[in-house]
């Protein structure tokens, strides 16, 4: 992850690299939904006002909502939802960077916050970086979950592609 110099709408924390693709939404004529995250540690205080996710590919044109949360890295969870943010996906829209506008959230310096992706009537694959052990990223951790599962999936070797606007 890159940080980078902060004014409107410009990107406070990325992470670019894209190698794979982690599926968001419904697939198929079943019951199983996916979702996908990730955490990210702040670097300054501020208002965080944007988050871009980098859509891959639209199998299944719909709705995809990130929804943004104070995430414990200690215990593996999620806070209450503090912003949410919805957007219409198409088949154009794949290999594009696809931004969600906050309100504008206050953020402090050093906490770890997470955004958690679903679509309940389309399907999108979002970038995310395959990292190697000798190249971990460092800055937060990937989730996964079936909504068919009990309990969350977290991996380190993995990160969404996504960029987040912070002003200081």
């Known amino acids: 992850m890159k940080q980078m110099n902060h004014a409107s709408h410009h990107p406070a924390l990325q992470q670019l690299h894209k190698n794979a693709c982690s599926w968001v939404g419904h697939l ?31 199998p299944l044109p719909g709705k995809l909502v990130l929804t943004l949360h104070q995430f414990n890295n200690e215990n593996k969870t999620w806070g209450p939802v503090i912003s949410i943010s919805e957007i219409e996906v198409e088949r154009k829209n794949r290999e594009h960077w696809m931004q969600f506008n906050l309100q504008p959230v206050q953020v402090q310096q050093n906490t770890t916050y997470g955004f958690r992706l679903n679509s309940p009537d389309g399907l999108v694959a979002v970038g995310e970086a395959v990292w190697t052990h000798k190249n971990a990223f460092a800055y937060g951790v990937e989730w996964k979950k079936k909504n068919t599962d009990q309990r969350d999936f977290f991996f380190r070797y993995f990160s969404l592609a996504f960029k987040a606007a912070l002003r200081a």
């Open 28 to 58: 198929g004529a079943g019951a199983v939904d996916f979702l996908a995250g990730q955490t990210f540690q702040c670097p300054e205080n501020g208002e965080l006002e944007s988050i871009e996710v980098y859509v891959a590919d639209v």
